[in-house]
């Protein structure tokens, strides 16, 4: 497997390429802004892309998604709670007055517990509402692509329109039980690991100590 980043636009979200080499098939994980560079980023990449994966609606995670899908005709795949953000992610756009293309309606709907396959590489789904209602994750084969639950260090906001604190809470507890050698790929800064973090991070000491009890 190889892991390729971009990072992009306003907010330096990271769009994530994941590729089985051993296959040349690939998806695309939250294709953020820079829809231009994010397409010939794709193209020179030299694999077959299969869908675009995301891990929820804000607007730096599906600034490009209207372009990829224009050129690979692709299915994109969404937890149908982030339905309203994605809808209000033209006007969230123009607040900032960022130049933004309105993402197509997902084609394929995410759920807890979903087994997503690139080539011969399985995925879980795991739905972490807090950041946002439809907000998930994709763990497996050592990695986790982590959207914006968890970061080096931090975690994402919950001060956002519908945004859940208390349910934020829960799902860092969920993320904090994964195994400590899974290695974070997060929508902003650099990876990290589940380990890392739980011994660091102050959004998860909690669940630290909570398991070496």
């Given at each position: 497997?190889?892991?390729?980043?971009?990072?992009?636009?306003?907010?330096?979200?990271?769009?994530?390429?994941v590729v089985d080499e051993a296959t040349g098939r690939a998806?695309?994980?939250?294709?953020?802004?820079?829809?231009?560079?994010?397409?010939?980023?794709?193209?020179?990449?030299?694999?077959?892309?299969?869908?675009?994966?995301?891990?929820?609606?804000?607007?730096?995670?599906?600034?490009?998604?209207?372009?990829?899908?224009?050129?690979?005709?692709?299915?994109?795949?969404?937890?149908?709670?982030?339905?309203?953000?994605?809808?209000?992610?033209?006007?969230?756009?123009?607040?900032?007055?960022?130049?933004?293309?309105a993402p197509p309606a997902p084609d394929r709907e995410l759920?807890?517990?979903?087994?997503?396959?690139?080539?011969?590489?399985?995925?879980?789904?795991?739905?972490?509402?807090?950041?946002?209602?439809?907000?998930?994750?994709?763990?497996?084969?050592?990695?986790?692509?982590?959207?914006?639950?968890?970061?080096?260090?931090?975690?994402?906001?919950?001060?956002?329109?519908?945004?859940?604190?208390?349910?934020?809470?829960?799902?860092?507890?969920?993320?904090?039980?994964?195994?400590?050698?899974?290695?974070?790929?997060?929508?902003?800064?650099?990876?990290?690991?589940?380990?890392?973090?739980?011994?660091?991070?102050?959004?998860?000491?909690?669940?630290?100590?909570?398991?070496?009890?």
């Open positions: 497997m190889k892991i390729l980043a971009a990072t992009v636009g306003e907010f330096q979200e990271n769009t994530y390429l998806i695309v994980v939250d294709p953020g802004a820079e829809p231009e560079r994010i397409v010939k980023w794709i193209r020179a990449s030299g694999a077959a892309l299969d869908a675009v994966w995301l891990t929820h609606a804000h607007l730096d995670h599906v600034g490009a998604v209207a372009a990829v899908k224009r050129e690979w005709r692709v299915p994109v795949y969404m937890h149908p709670a982030d339905a309203p953000t994605l809808a209000r992610a033209p006007q969230a756009a123009a607040g900032y007055g960022i130049q933004f293309e759920a807890e517990g979903d087994s997503l396959s690139v080539g011969d590489l399985t995925f879980s789904v795991m739905h972490v509402p807090g950041h946002a209602p439809g907000h998930v994750v994709f763990h497996g084969n050592g990695v986790v692509l982590g959207g914006d639950l968890l970061f080096a260090g931090s975690i994402g906001r919950t001060d956002l329109p519908l945004a859940d604190p208390r349910a934020m809470e829960e799902s860092l507890v969920r993320i904090g039980e994964l195994d400590e050698n899974l290695v974070v790929y997060p929508g902003h800064g650099p990876a990290t690991t589940i380990g890392r973090e739980r011994a660091s991070n102050p959004f998860l000491l909690g669940v630290a100590h909570s398991r070496s009890r």
